[in-house]
């Protein structure tokens, strides 16, 4: 499968990357969503396609949970309920 096409521009892609090697959580949403068969799914796209790329949080996940670690805190309200 091709990786997603807004790989170069994500965000989310360019912040976590370089470490998924030492998360294994991380590693697993690139695969699915970035690089595997999630990508329509990618709540980051949608969010994104309908409010524009500033609604969405840098640590939001692709599934839309923040990444482990970090809270929902400066949220915009479109990201912190999504009507998708």
Request: with cysteine.
């Amino acid at each position: 499968m091709a990786d997603c096409e807004k790989l170069t521009t994500c965000a989310f892609f360019k912040e976590y990357n370089d470490k998924r090697s030492l998360n294994m959580i991380l590693d697993k949403f690139i695969a699915d969503y970035c690089q595997g068969a999630k990508q329509g799914e990618c709540v980051r796209k949608k969010i994104s396609k309908i409010y524009g790329i500033e609604k969405v949080p840098l640590n939001m996940t692709p599934s839309g949970v923040p990444v482990l670690g970090t809270t929902r805190d400066n949220w915009s309200k479109e990201a912190l309920n999504p009507s998708l």
